[in-house]
């Protein structure tokens, strides 16, 4: 084999630290709500991930306490409740909580590239059903860079077998965010030249997860098999 696969989930729970318990004692329905995690997508995560037998890297500290899926430049890798905490607190997040993630996911790219040519990155998501009012009209998004071929050609042929399988599914690319913005496969883009690494994030709607739909147990039964075939046919002859 050519190319190898890691799954990432970085929004996976909404846990909270025992040290930082008394800031989100009043916090309980922020963390229940997308603000304070994606639900499902560890779920979803897991069931790629074991179809795979592949490295597989998740989160289940809630992103209000650090979002593993922002740049420290970013100004919202800490939400409204940690950013206010001091320079010296913040550090100690980045340092144990932060920079660990972040350090698993490039040794285990880089340990992959050792033996294979080419990595394949699905990091997995969900989205809130509405925001701010307004309804996101999908029940699931690709995110992937335009510019790097791999990923728009693997993007387009699993849309294709899923719209093929799945009946009415709605899919659409670089969306509900465009899959250039800042991010964790963004950055590994920077690290890593598109020959090597192929960074793709999955947005399912959380919608399915919640009410438990039968798109969303179709999802979890055929999304992962449908993976292996798209890669199966992109790999490097």
Known sequence: MSSGIIISCEHGG???????????????QMLQSHRGWDPGALQLAEKIAS??????????????????????????????????????QK???VSSIYKPYRMTINYSINNLLKKQRRVYHFSVHSFTPVLNGVTRNADMGLLYDPRREIEKRSCLKLIRRLQNEIPG????????????????????RKRFNSSSYAGIEIEVN????????????????????????????????
């Not at 909404?14 to 916090?27: G, I, M, R, T, Y």
């Not at 592949?54 to 409204?80: A, H």
């Open 206 to 237: 959380q919608l399915h997860s919640l009410k438990n739909t039968e798109l969303w147990n179709i999802i979890m039964e055929k999304l992962p098999c449908y993976i292996g075939e798209v890669i199966g046919a992109e790999l490097p002859q």
């Open 91 to 93: 550090e100690k997040i």
């Open 169 to 188: 599914i709605r899919i659409r690319r670089n969306y509900p965010y465009k899959g250039t913005s800042d991010g964790l496969t963004t950055a590994l």
């Open 51 to 88: 179809r795979f037998h592949c490295p597989f890297v998740f989160e289940k500290i809630s992103r209000l306490v650090i979002d593993q899926n922002r740049s420290l430049t970013n100004r919202q890798v800490f939400s409204e409740i940690t950013a206010f905490l001091s320079s010296e």
């Open 14 to 28: 909404n846990q909270v630290p025992a040290c930082l318990s008394d800031l989100f004692k009043d916090k309980y």
